[in-house]
């Protein structure tokens, strides 16, 4: 893996809400991401983020009502970049993840990119 590969690459996803899931895996389709995988639970999610292989990880902060922290922590363990999704602004998020990037939801697919560019870069460093 190359800091100067081209855009592209592969997301894991977690999302409660499946049509916002779909909507994000097809903006990430359109991207030229691949979605390495889904999870729509907190306990789905925290498998995934052991044993999936992926190059960054968009994480919803509330995932039916339980925060994403645990699932943060593993991602951060195996130093990966992970986003954050939220509808309630950086106020939102878990107070130890304050300083991380996140997207407020609705997003646009141009602010989707440019925010994954901008996690995967600084990962590289």
Same mark, same amino acid.
């Given at each position: 893996?190359?800091?100067?590969?081209?855009?592209?690459?592969?997301?894991?996803?977690?999302?409660?809400?499946?049509?916002?899931?779909?909507?994000?895996?097809?903006?990430?389709?359109?991207?030229?991401?691949?979605?390495?995988?889904?999870?729509?639970? !907190?306990?789905?999610?925290? *498998?995934?983020?052991?044993? &999936?292989? /992926?190059?960054?990880? !968009?994480?919803?902060?509330?995932?039916?009502?339980?925060?994403?922290?645990?699932?943060?922590?593993? !991602?951060?363990?195996?130093?990966?970049? /992970?986003? /954050?999704? &939220?509808?309630?602004?950086?106020?939102?998020?878990?107070?130890?993840?304050?300083?991380?990037?996140?997207?407020?939801?609705?997003?646009?697919?141009?602010?989707?990119? *440019?925010? !994954?560019? &901008?996690?995967? *870069?600084?990962? &590289?460093?």
């Amino acid at each position: 893996m190359t800091a100067s590969r081209p855009s592209g690459g592969s997301v894991f996803l977690v999302e409660d809400e499946v049509m916002i899931r779909m909507m994000v895996a097809d903006m990430l389709d359109e991207l030229g991401y691949s979605v390495a995988a889904e999870a729509g639970e !907190i306990n789905e999610a925290i *498998k995934l983020a052991q044993s &999936t292989e /992926f190059d960054i990880a !968009i994480l919803d902060v509330n995932v039916n009502g339980k925060v994403i922290s645990p699932v943060a922590e593993l !991602i951060k363990a195996r130093n990966r970049p /992970f986003i /954050f999704a &939220t509808g309630y602004g950086s106020q939102g998020l878990p107070e130890e993840y304050r300083d991380r990037p996140a997207l407020q939801k609705p997003f646009q697919l141009e602010s989707l990119g *440019k925010m !994954i560019e &901008t996690a995967l *870069k600084s990962a &590289t460093v």
